[in-house]
């Protein structure tokens, strides 16, 4: 049984930083893609950044190139993502997830198994 679970969200001001942390239980941590998606009110789920476990390659969205870095720490079987210089529209409810894919995705289609989410507000 796959268990995926979210921390770090909060509240912060436009040009803040937080760090979203994943822990994963149940799941082999090796040669699978691990993501985080985010979803605002009223809008599609999509795509953050993405990682493939075996060899660390990563996949951004557009939106938080250079702002956003995905990173995993395979003895611990922890994901995270630093976000930096974070805007207004970076709010919604983050959510990690875990797919069989042998290459980073950013396709929420792919992921088969999903954390509850934690909620991040830029103002």
């Known amino acids: 049984h796959v268990q995926l679970v979210e921390s770090g969200g909060g509240s912060v001001q436009a040009g803040g930083s937080l760090r979203l942390s994943c822990a994963a239980s149940?799941?082999?941590?090796?040669?699978?893609?691990m993501g985080w998606f985010r979803q605002a009110p009223t809008k599609e789920r999509e795509g953050v950044a993405a990682i493939y476990t075996n060899d660390g390659s990563t996949y951004y969205a557009d939106s938080v190139k250079g702002r956003f870095t995905i990173s995993q720490d395979n003895a611990k079987n922890t994901l995270s993502l630093q976000m930096n210089s974070l805007k207004p529209e970076d709010t919604g409810m983050y959510f990690c997830a875990a797919s069989s894919l042998r290459w980073p995705s950013l396709f929420p289609g792919n992921f088969g198994s999903w954390g509850q989410g934690t909620q991040v507000t830029v103002s």
């Open positions: 149940g799941v082999t941590y090796s040669g699978i893609c």
